[in-house]
């Protein structure tokens, strides 16, 4: 802030960066028009992931441009492209230093490319479509509403206004509790580094990307507990899911109003009560068993605020207050446990979801009591879900398994890192996590672009498959049954 109270950016463009600027924004509307009549005319599960890679590959020549790095930093393009897809994905993982080697310019493109990633090409697309008055076709909405999984087409307007609401208001209010956490954290920091800071942050906890600005992550915060409740409350409500945000604000305004308290849908209930059952113990674990490890020399209140972050973290979000690589080898294969699980189906996280997970119980439990359906809280789950919970699962395990294959295969030769390590690396990959043992930076360009499709493949995976299988038509015959020997 300069004398008169004016936010002084320090980055001054050229006129041709300018202009390339204003190409590249004509470009973006062009593009985010065309993904909508594409997903009127095309598979759903074909529109999504070609939306990610198109924009990937922009973001990628985006940071390509000289404004994008420091004169003195070389940048070839599969190291932009990696950048690029890491942000896209929302996942974390990085082989270049983002405080040091891009410039305020490849900063905001990064930035850009998380927002844009985290809550989907899709819904950007359909909602500026909306918000510049062209009003969608019947095939365009009922597309739009399959890839968001919708019932409903009259909810799909609603649904996007109430996604972009949420987040501006939680980032916004995310930046500022960062700003006023970090001021005295960090006087060396401007007012308008201090801001960029925060702003930045909020975005990447709350769409779980886990890219920080500072080459340690949030190491150098481990001393302040606000800093871990803050992110780690962000990152719950990224991942959350926007539907069951709404659900809960909902419930809390009708109870406001009329002072009568009412129970939250299924939906919204199993959510909460799954990410519940894998915070809390996650939370005891870590504290129990790093307590004389990485939370050695902590305070009490700093060692239960670094591991409250710790345990929301590893579920797509990347962001660390201790070293990663230091862990016990027990917490880092609790690490992996809850990587590939993920958040919450309609949120900025990856992984297989939580009501996957939660599904595949209320099967097995179902299994051993002798009943015909799964069933909660007086509701009987459709065996359509069961078989799709079953199917990312498979998926997500054979993708991690393939990648932990290829990377140890690609990175065979390399002396130092224990195998463990890149299986965490490819577990975190596949979860768009982000968490890292310290050895993306070194990974061949093999290794590299084994990671770049194993996080490509995390992130739209799960999304394709539920637009792909928004529904099944029964056909007009059945053969007789096969009975297969299990156990």
Not at 131 to 160: T, V, Y
Not at 203 to 230: H, K, M, Q, R, Y
Not at 263 to 282: D, E, H, M, N, Y
Not at 293 to 307: H, R, V
Request: glycine share 10%; aromatic share 10%; charged share 15%.
């Amino acid at each position: 802030l300069n004398d008169l109270g004016v936010l002084r950016i320090p980055w001054s463009p050229d006129p041709v960066t300018l202009t390339t600027l204003f190409v590249l924004f004509l470009t973006g509307r062009v593009f985010l028009r065309m993904v909508v009549n594409l997903a009127g005319r095309l598979n759903p599960a074909l529109v999504l992931p070609a939306s990610f890679l198109v924009t990937i590959l922009l973001g990628a020549m985006l940071l390509l441009h000289p404004q994008a790095t420091p004169r003195n930093t070389d940048i070839d393009f599969t190291d932009a492209f990696f950048t690029s897809a890491s942000a896209t994905c929302v996942t974390g993982l990085t082989v270049l230093d983002t405080e040091h080697d891009f410039t305020r310019f490849g900063q905001v493109v990064i930035l850009i490319l998380i927002q844009t990633g985290g809550l989907g090409i899709m819904t950007f697309a359909a909602f500026f479509a909306l918000s510049l008055g062209q009003n969608l076709s019947l095939r365009d909405a009922l597309s739009l509403s399959r890839m968001m999984d919708s019932d409903f087409i009259s909810d799909l307007k609603r649904l996007l206004v109430s996604i972009i609401v949420w987040t501006v208001v939680i980032e916004l209010a995310g930046a500022f509790l960062l700003r006023s956490a970090w001021r005295s954290l960090r006087p060396e920091w401007s007012a308008g580094e201090l801001l960029w800071q925060s702003l930045f942050h909020s975005v990447s906890a709350f769409c779980n990307a886990g890219l920080s600005l500072n080459s340690s992550g949030l190491e150098g915060f481990s001393g302040s507990p606000a800093t871990s409740v803050i992110i780690g409350s962000l990152i719950i409500l990224g991942g959350l899911g926007f539907g069951v945000l709404t659900a809960i604000a909902s419930n809390w305004v009708h109870y406001v109003r009329t002072g009568r308290r009412t129970r939250l849908p299924v939906q919204a209930r199993f959510v909460c009560l799954i990410t519940a059952i894998l915070v809390l113990p996650a939370f005891g674990a870590f504290l129990g068993m790093e307590w004389n490890n990485t939370l050695a020399g902590m305070t009490l209140e700093q060692k239960l605020a670094n591991s409250f972050l710790e345990a929301v973290t590893p579920r797509t979000a990347g962001f660390s207050t201790v070293p990663t690589a230091a862990l016990l080898p027990p917490v880092k294969w609790l690490f992996i446990i809850l990587m590939f699980i993920g958040a919450s189906p309609g949120g900025t996280g990856g992984g297989v979801k939580t009501t996957a997970l939660g599904l595949m119980f209320l099967s097995t439990k179902s299994l051993l009591t002798g009943r015909l359906n799964p069933e909660i809280w007086k509701r009987r789950i459709p065996n359509f879900d069961l078989r799709r919970a079953g199917a990312i699962f498979t998926i997500g395990f054979t993708v991690f398994a393939a990648s932990s294959l290829a990377l140890l295969i690609s990175e065979g030769d390399a002396r130092g890192p224990e195998p463990m390590d890149y299986v965490f690396e490819a577990m975190s990959a596949f979860g768009t996590v982000g968490l890292s043992t310290g050895v993306t930076p070194g990974l061949t360009p093999w290794g590299r672009w084994i990671v770049i499709v194993t996080m490509f493949m995390g992130r739209t995976a799960p999304a394709t498959l539920a637009a792909a299988t928004f529904r099944v038509y029964s056909s007009r015959y059945s053969y007789p049954e096969a009975r297969i020997t299990i156990g």
